[in-house]
Structure formats: structure tokens, C-alpha cells
């Protein structure tokens, strides 16, 4: 048995947690930049709040219904993910962490101790709130794409206790039958297309289907999931997380950037938070890409783009900036007005199969970095950094309703007052 625990409207019930005077009013998180809405809360969903819409278009509707409004907070975001994971992984001895909200339970051997699958996700969804007051919802299912579906069907089918359980063929072909195709995991919106077409609108229509014909007309993906939809087990944890192949960083600005040592500043954070990940996941990158432009919609439209080849495959942040260093005076057009700058990291290897080089030897320094990783894991992000990252604040996206930072610095955190 599989189970998939994922927090609901997980920005916004994060926003809730330290702030109980919000906790059952309508909240929405904005994007960076505080673009766009990109989480709702239920009580907002209930009000028609449309997600990924820009938030100036809204800012009325959003007045006339009292929503609160928060900026992204990603520190307190990744602080309480982590908190929720590790509660949840209490309850299997082979826990997968899918995303910051989502988690998957591989159950073996539990069949003989748990007698109710239903009570045992309700005893999960008490304990993440009683240690985090987070609500989430678990499905449990044979496969890993039946446990996401039985996810679904405990958040959204009529009747929800955010607990669904899929265990019988009759409860199996309820679920399926009820689930939009749209809805079942790795199915996108081309492909959800391409199926209606073909007469397939639900996922039992989907799972009825001849596996093999499927595999020819669209992919092997796709005949996996048609299995997995029929009980058998055809993805591994492997199957479930591959390594990226490229990784990227960018971000429009706060305000249009137009002198050196900002758009500097701006690219050597997009470094940091580049290698980070690459460390992350064990891998060193060949090349990487420096790119930074001005608005398309501004006259006089601007954009450079360069490929920097490492001489040995890096993961070290440094190494990024001195690589940006080497073509910033090609990069960088004083009169321009900035609005969006990236790091890319592309054509990357494992670092434990790195192939060494007789005449360029490697600059990377895995234990400062892992050190560096360390502390600001300990500590919060951005505790250390290299100077070039701080030598202008003036690029930093714009958050004018950022929440405190309750979990991850001294300076906030929550105040209790007894009377």
C-alpha cells in the first residue's frame, strides 16, 4: 500500500499558522515581484478567486471580500515543510519527499498492524496538525497514481474528510470514475486534450484502456500509468524524482536595475541559488548560462546571452562567479534599464562519475560548500554568502506584504502574551 500526504493550499495555510487572527479568513500569496496569485486558501477558492492572475487586475475584488494579502515568504514555506516531513515520516519506515507539500509512504509489511487504513490517515492528518497546524490530506492506494488519485478524492470529492482510501475494485472504479483525466498524475493539459479527443474524459476511461495501443499512439509514460491505474505497480522512487538536467535561476526585478554592481549582486545570488541545487542533487555542471534584459515592452529593447564552458565540471559557487566576472563588461550596457537577469546550469554529469582532467584541475572546494550548506540550513538562508552577493540590495524583488519570518531569525519570532 502507497499513500500520498500533501498539505492543502499549503502558501496560504502557511501563512495562517502564526497568525490565528487570519486563520479562518480568505487568504491569497502573491508571486514574486508580488506578480500574480498563486495560492488560495479554501475560504478564498469559495469566493471565485481566480489563481495566477495578476494581482492589480483583482486588487478590487480582493477589497470587497476582505482577502487578506501576503507576499511569498519561501523561508518560513521551507521551514514548515520541513517540520511537516519529518512528522509524517513517523508513520512508514520508507518516506519519499516529493515536493515542499507532498510526500509518499511506501507501506510493507504494515497490512497485519494497521487495521484501518481510513483511522491510520486521520491519525497522520492530527499529528501535522497538533505539530505544525497544517491541514493535509492522505490517499492511500496499491499503486502510487491510485494513492494520488485517492489524494484527490479526499480534498475534492463532495462529502471529503480528507482522508480517501482506495483498497476494492469498487472503491478503485469510484474514484477513477469521478477523477477528470486532467486530474491523474503526469497527464498534462496537451495530453488531456489529445485524450478527450479520443473520447476519454475520466480516468476509469483511461484505465480501460489497451495499455500497449496507448504506448504506440502516445508513449511508454503513458502505458505505465494505464497500469498503475489498474493496480499494478510499475514506478520506483528512481522513476519519481529524476535528476533535472538543467537548473536554472532567474528573476524580474523590484525595480528596473541600471547600474553594474546591482545587476552584479542580482547575478552571483542567481549563482548561489544555482550551485546550491546542483549540490543538491549531486551533480556539477559543464556550462552555465549568463543571461540579462530590459523590458520587452520599453523601447530600445536590450538582451545579452552567454555561454560560459567550465574547463571541469562545477558545482562550487564560486567557480559561477568568477565565470560571470570573466564576461560582465560584455554583458553589462550602462543606459539600460534592467528588468530581468538568470543563471543557468546546463549539460550536467554525477559528480561521483566525474571524469578528471590531466591539464585542468578542479577549483571546487566540496567541504566549504558543504559547510556552507550546513550553516544556512542551520541557520536560515543567506547567513553566509559571498561578498559579490552583497553589494547592492537594490535589485531585490518587491514584497510589500511579506510576512515575518516566525521560524528562521531572532528578530521574529512569535511573542506570546499571557494575561
Not at 494581482?55 to 511537516?84: C, G, P, Q, T, W
Not at 508513520?91 to 507532498?102: Q, T
Not at 491510485?146 to 479526499?154: D, M, Q, S
Not at 538543467?246 to 547600474?259: L, M, N, Q
Amino acid at each position: 500500500m502507497y499513500a500520498l500526504v500533501d498539505a492543502t493550499s499549503f502558501y496560504a495555510s502557511a501563512e495562517k499558522v502564526f497568525d490565528p487572527s487570519i486563520r479562518n479568513k480568505p487568504v491569497v500569496v502573491l508571486s514574486n515581484n508580488d506578480g500574480c496569485i498563486v495560492a488560495a486558501s479554501p475560504e478564498a477558492k469559495r469566493l471565485n478567486i481566480p489563481k495566477f492572475q495578476p494581482y492589480f487586475k483583482l486588487k478590487s475584488i480582493l477589497a470587497e471580500h476582505n482577502v487578506i494579502i501576503r507576499s511569498s515568504n519561501y523561508e518560513l514555506y521551507a521551514d514548515l515543510s520541513d517540520k511537516m516531513m519529518k512528522v509524517i515520516n513517523q508513520f512508514s519506515d520508507n518516506h519519499h519527499i516529493y515536493s515542499i507539500d507532498e510526500s509518499f509512504l511506501k507501506f510493507d509489511g504494515f497490512c497485519n498492524v494497521v487495521t484501518s487504513w481510513e483511522q491510520y490517515g486521520h491519525m497522520i492528518r492530527r499529528s501535522v496538525w497538533r505539530s505544525t497546524k497544517l491541514p493535509v490530506g492522505v490517499g492511500f492506494g496499491p499503486t502510487p497514481t491510485l494513492a494520488k488519485a485517492a489524494n484527490h478524492a479526499a480534498k475534492k470529492f463532495s462529502g471529503a474528510t480528507g482522508v480517501s482510501v482506495i483498497d476494492s475494485e469498487s472503491s478503485r472504479k469510484h474514484v477513477l470514475r469521478n477523477l477528470d483525466v486532467s486530474h491523474v498524475w503526469g497527464v498534462g493539459k496537451r495530453l488531456t486534450k489529445k485524450l478527450n479527443q479520443s473520447g476519454i474524459y475520466t480516468a476509469l476511461d483511461l484505465a480501460n484502456q489497451n495499455p500497449r495501443l496507448m504506448r504506440q499512439q502516445f508513449s511508454v509514460v503513458l502505458e505505465r500509468t494505464i497500469s498503475e491505474l489498474n493496480g499494478k505497480t510499475c514506478l520506483s522512487w528512481h522513476d519519481i524524482t529524476q535528476r533535472k538536467k538543467e537548473i536554472y535561476s532567474t528573476r524580474s526585478f523590484g525595480e528596473r536595475v541600471t547600474d553594474a554592481s546591482s545587476l552584479k549582486a542580482a547575478l552571483a545570488t542567481h549563482c548561489a541559488i544555482v550551485s546550491k541545487k546542483l549540490r543538491k542533487q549531486n551533480s556539477l555542471a559543464k556550462n552555465i548560462v549568463i543571461f540579462a534584459h530590459s523590458s520587452p515592452f520599453e523601447a530600445h529593447y536590450y538582451k545579452r546571452s552567454f555561454i560560459q564552458k567550465l574547463a571541469v565540471p562545477s558545482s562550487d559557487v564560486r567557480v559561477f562567479n568568477n565565470a560571470v566576472s570573466d564576461i560582465f563588461h560584455q554583458l553589462f550596457k550602462p543606459g539600460v534599464r534592467y528588468y530581468k537577469a538568470g543563471i543557468g546550469a546546463i549539460e550536467l554529469e554525477d559528480d561521483t562519475f566525474l571524469q578528471a582532467d590531466l591539464f585542468n584541475h578542479s577549483l571546487d572546494n566540496p567541504a566549504l560548500m558543504q559547510c556552507l550548506d550546513e550553516i544556512n540550513t542551520r541557520y536560515g538562508q543567506h547567513t553566509t554568502r559571498t561578498a559579490a552577493e552583497l553589494k547592492s540590495s537594490a535589485w531585490r524583488m518587491r514584497r510589500d506584504f511579506l510576512s515575518p519570518y516566525y521560524t528562521t531569525r531572532w528578530s521574529d519570532i512569535p511573542l506570546i502574551k499571557c494575561q
